[in-house]
């Protein structure tokens, strides 16, 4: 039978040997025990300096030990069922609308049903879309249709990779173990907070990509979605370059930065609403001052810290997003001269700095005037605003001391900051709207009192950040299609998902849906 054990508590200055540690309080040989698995594991620092490792494993042990299901932290575990793949009951080909996460999950589970899916994508395949990058961080040359919010792999490819979630769904451990059998490291399938790393997000997207295709499925790279046309029993989606897609299913997975793509849907008919969204700024702080708030003393057994935490003020709440231990602020817009900051670290987070999303929550009626797009437009707006002030893609920015006090910092002081472009000093209110600022100067002392140094006078503070989620929502139904037949709207820019493991569980759920429903 196999058992599952909870509440494995070990020092995090101990190496241990977890399976000897496992037969020891259980008693067991450990000829007796075989198909070990590491289920989650965690770090408790609640207690600093007492700092321990928190597990939860599996383990197979003779059906005969039913005695150990007695053990206090000790269960049966029932195997997950495993996902299917029913051959794809429809005559056409289904049609996928971005290779982001979303239209990832979908096109790889409609693969898998032999429906040999289409995937349209605006930007270019990750080698040629890493080179676009690059060129754009190293002298300002941007590419429209291929940079950091569009390509294969979609926005998540250039951040962090990580893939925890407030999403409670049984397909949790499914999209993890996907990420591991395409090149991310096992452990994302266990720890707390995995995280695969934009090197090796590279190598899974590719991989992906790479199975779709040998399953029949088509990749039609550096073309745009340009909109569809209902028949009478099936749709035509285009593409540009004058390309046509007959299709009964259509998955629109365009990612929150594709606003000319929304603006067409919404013109066709879609049905969509204004949804509230974030805007804010990157803190950058020195990692070693983060591990120190974090571990303690023990932080040298330990690696980068992370944080995460959340203010509620009267009117607004204020939280920390996309924390990335070890890494970069990057230039992450798409539309030329506008601002957009994200956080991207590598696998091995061994860059000096930290850095977070701090971000002020923004509701439909701070933009809403005549159309449920206004908020796209407010973005931009703000987005322009922070171009504007250097003309030339240096972010604006401040350090912490002079933005609590109301004033401008001169030069940098102990923090470097690691935006590509540089920053120039000024008021950020020149491009962030007045409750943004004054949310973030209240909030931030009260972040300090939960993380004594968070207000390091010389952390930087870059903005702006506005991209984290979408501030639109294309309406569906419970069959998780719009009204319009066979159109199933998906992940990010659909306004259903929030991060790369919610977004790869939307368009898994509609690919699995659209392949048991009858239009």
Same mark, same amino acid.
């Given at each position: 039978m196999r058992i599952k054990i909870s509440n494995i508590r070990i020092p995090v200055n101990i190496r241990t040997d977890l399976p000897g540690k496992l037969c020891q309080m259980l008693h067991l040989e450990k000829s007796e025990m075989s198909d070990f698995r590491i289920l989650r594991q965690a770090i408790d620092a609640r207690k600093k300096p007492n700092i321990w490792?928190?597990?939860?494993?599996? #383990?197979?042990?003779?059906?005969?030990?039913?005695?150990?299901?007695?053990?206090?932290?000790?269960?049966?575990?029932?195997?997950?069922?495993?996902?299917?793949?029913?051959?794809?009951?429809?005559?056409?080909?289904?049609?996928?609308?971005?290779?982001?996460?979303?239209?990832?999950?979908?096109?790889?589970?409609?693969?898998?049903?032999?429906?040999?899916?289409?995937?349209?994508?605006?930007?270019?395949?990750?080698?040629?879309?890493? #080179?676009?990058?690059?060129?754009?961080?190293?002298?300002? =040359?941007?590419?429209?249709?291929?940079?950091?919010?569009?390509?294969?792999?979609?926005?998540?490819?250039?951040?962090?990779?990580?893939?925890?979630?407030?999403?409670?769904?049984?397909?949790?451990?499914?999209?993890?173990?996907?990420?591991?059998?395409?090149?991310?490291?096992?452990?994302?399938?266990?720890?707390?907070?995995?995280?695969?790393? =934009?090197?090796?997000?590279?190598?899974?997207?590719?991989?992906?990509?790479?199975?779709?295709?040998?399953?029949?499925?088509?990749?039609?790279?550096? =073309?745009?979605?340009?909109?569809?046309?209902?028949?009478?029993?099936?749709?035509? #989606?285009?593409?540009?370059?004058?390309?046509?897609?007959?299709?009964?299913?259509?998955?629109?997975?365009?990612?929150?930065?594709?606003?000319?793509?929304?603006? =067409?849907?919404?013109?066709?008919?879609?049905?969509?609403?204004?949804?509230?969204?974030?805007?804010?700024v990157r803190v950058e702080h020195p990692q070693t001052l983060i591990n120190k708030i974090q571990f303690g003393t023990a932080a040298r057994?330990?690696?980068?810290?992370?944080?995460?935490?959340?203010?509620?003020?009267?009117?607004?709440?204020?939280?920390?997003?996309?924390?990335?231990?070890?890494?970069?602020?990057?230039?992450?817009?798409?539309d030329p001269e506008t601002i957009v900051t994200n956080g991207m670290s590598e696998r091995s987070r061994d860059k000096i700095n930290a850095n977070s999303a701090l971000l002020v929550t923004v509701r439909p009626e701070d933009f809403m005037q005549d159309s449920p797009l206004d908020g796209l437009a407010y973005q931009k707006l703000y987005e322009q605003k922070a171009f504007q002030i250097s003309g030339d893609y240096r972010a604006p920015g401040n350090l912490m001391k002079e933005f609590l006090q109301k004033n401008i910092a001169k030069n940098i002081r102990s923090v470097t900051p690691s935006y590509p472009h540089g920053i120039v000093f000024c008021d950020l209110q020149r491009c962030l709207p007045d409750y943004v600022v004054n949310s973030l100067r209240e909030a931030l002392p009260l972040f300090d009192r939960k993380m004594r140094g968070f207000t390091h006078p010389d952390a930087v503070l870059t903005g702006i950040e506005s991209r984290s989620s979408s501030p639109v929502r294309i309406l569906r139904g419970q069959d998780r299609m719009s009204k319009v037949a066979g159109i199933y709207p998906i992940g990010e820019g659909a306004g259903y998902a929030g991060g790369i493991m919610s977004a790869a569980i939307d368009g898994l759920k509609s690919a699995i849906a659209a392949t048991s429903n009858t239009l």
């Amino acid at each position: 039978m196999r058992i599952k054990i909870s509440n494995i508590r070990i020092p995090v200055n101990i190496r241990t040997d977890l399976p000897g540690k496992l037969c020891q309080m259980l008693h067991l040989e450990k000829s007796e025990m075989s198909d070990f698995r590491i289920l989650r594991q965690a770090i408790d620092a609640r207690k600093k300096p007492n700092i321990w490792y928190d597990y939860q494993v599996s #383990a197979v042990v003779p059906d005969s030990r039913q005695d150990l299901l007695e053990m206090n932290g000790v269960t049966q575990l029932e195997e997950s069922v495993p996902i299917t793949y029913p051959q794809w009951p429809h005559p056409d080909r289904p049609v996928v609308v971005g290779f982001g996460p979303a239209g990832m999950f979908a096109a790889l589970y409609l693969a898998r049903c032999k429906a040999r899916p289409i995937i349209l994508e605006r930007g270019q395949k990750i080698e040629e879309r890493k #080179a676009s990058v690059a060129k754009f961080l190293a002298d300002k =040359t941007l590419n429209p249709e291929s940079n950091v919010q569009f390509g294969e792999g979609g926005a998540g490819t250039f951040s962090d990779g990580k893939l925890n979630t407030n999403v409670h769904s049984e397909y949790n451990a499914f999209v993890l173990k996907e990420f591991y059998l395409h090149g991310a490291d096992e452990d994302v399938t266990y720890l707390q907070n995995p995280h695969v790393g =934009t090197d090796y997000l590279e190598q899974v997207v590719r991989n992906i990509r790479l199975e779709i295709e040998s399953l029949g499925g088509e990749f039609y790279f550096n =073309t745009r979605f340009t909109g569809f046309q209902q028949k009478s029993d099936h749709l035509i #989606a285009f593409g540009d370059a004058n390309l046509q897609f007959p299709t009964q299913h259509l998955f629109i997975g365009i990612g929150h930065s594709a606003r000319d793509t929304i603006h =067409t849907l919404y013109e066709q008919g879609l049905e969509m609403e204004p949804k509230g969204f974030s805007m804010g700024v990157r803190v950058e702080h020195p990692q070693t001052l983060i591990n120190k708030i974090q571990f303690g003393t023990a932080a040298r057994f330990l690696p980068p810290a992370s944080y995460k935490g959340a203010v509620h003020l009267a009117e607004r709440s204020v939280y920390t997003f996309c924390m990335c231990p070890g890494g970069t602020v990057m230039a992450s817009t798409n539309d030329p001269e506008t601002i957009v900051t994200n956080g991207m670290s590598e696998r091995s987070r061994d860059k000096i700095n930290a850095n977070s999303a701090l971000l002020v929550t923004v509701r439909p009626e701070d933009f809403m005037q005549d159309s449920p797009l206004d908020g796209l437009a407010y973005q931009k707006l703000y987005e322009q605003k922070a171009f504007q002030i250097s003309g030339d893609y240096r972010a604006p920015g401040n350090l912490m001391k002079e933005f609590l006090q109301k004033n401008i910092a001169k030069n940098i002081r102990s923090v470097t900051p690691s935006y590509p472009h540089g920053i120039v000093f000024c008021d950020l209110q020149r491009c962030l709207p007045d409750y943004v600022v004054n949310s973030l100067r209240e909030a931030l002392p009260l972040f300090d009192r939960k993380m004594r140094g968070f207000t390091h006078p010389d952390a930087v503070l870059t903005g702006i950040e506005s991209r984290s989620s979408s501030p639109v929502r294309i309406l569906r139904g419970q069959d998780r299609m719009s009204k319009v037949a066979g159109i199933y709207p998906i992940g990010e820019g659909a306004g259903y998902a929030g991060g790369i493991m919610s977004a790869a569980i939307d368009g898994l759920k509609s690919a699995i849906a659209a392949t048991s429903n009858t239009l």
